[in-house]
Nanobody, 118 residues
Framework: QVQLVESGGGLVQPGGSLRLSCAAS????????MGWYRQAPGKQRELVAA???????NYADSVKGRFTISRDNAKNTVYLQMDSLNPEDTAVYYC????????????WGQGTQVTVSS
């Protein structure tokens, strides 16, 4: 019923930038919070950044000042601009959204790999 499709991952050198996108599609009535999580090898999935429907934002301490989350409500799309990337940012990045179809549900994208390496 609801699909979240991420794009924009890849390989980047330390200090570089990437922009992730996540578009939600399906029988969507409304979207509340949207966010980005990441999971590095051998580690638990962690919240990177989140944004409410009113554009209030929340960031992990490790990315504050380097990453910026934004959304386009008309396109049901959330973005993550990542600057000053370092090797510790290497992970699979997952999009997450709270979506109302017939009731509120929590949905995940398939993940996109971000690798920071020289």
């Amino acid at each position: 019923q609801v699909q979240l499709v991420e794009s924009g991952g890849g390989l980047v050198q330390p200090g570089g930038s990437l922009r992730l996108s996540c578009a939600a599609s399906g029988s969507i009535f409304s979207i509340n919070a949207m966010g980005w999580y990441r999971q590095a090898p051998g580690k638990q999935r962690e919240l990177v950044a989140a944004i409410t429907s009113g554009s209030n934002t929340n960031y992990a301490d490790s990315v504050k000042g380097r990453f910026t989350i934004s959304r386009d409500n008309a396109k049901n799309t959330v973005y993550l601009q990542m600057d000053s990337l370092n090797p510790e940012d290497t992970a699979v990045y997952y999009c997450n959204a709270e979506v109302y179809v017939r009731r509120w549900g929590n949905y995940w994208g398939q993940g996109t790999q971000v690798t920071v390496s020289s």
